[in-house]
């Protein structure tokens, strides 16, 4: 196999090892990304635990912040209590 395709497999290998190890063993993932050396498979462990981080922090941030989910004019957005008439206060 050559270099560039072990390398890049290597990498995979550590991605998908750092998004799942930080996803149900984070104190395990903190020691692991304490790890100094540098090869494909421990960068692609810290980039997979990046990306695990990334994601939640997505989920954290709710509806409001993505793009396009309210457009202008759309109907099925309703208030939750409707507002009172200044009128319908007098008469009381």
Known sequence: MPED?????????GFNEGYL???HLPELSDQLSQIKNETP????????????????AKERMGH?????????????IQPSKPKEN??????E
């Open 21 to 23: 190890i930080t996803k």
């Open 5 to 13: 395709q072990s390398s890049e497999l290597n990498y995979k290998k």
């Open 64 to 76: 409001f912040l993505k793009k396009d989910q309210v457009k202008e004019g759309d109907k099925s």
């Open 41 to 56: 498979r421990i960068d692609g462990f810290k980039d997979g635990r990046n990306e695990f981080f990334q994601e939640k």
């Open 86 to 91: 200044k009128d319908d206060l007098e008469k």
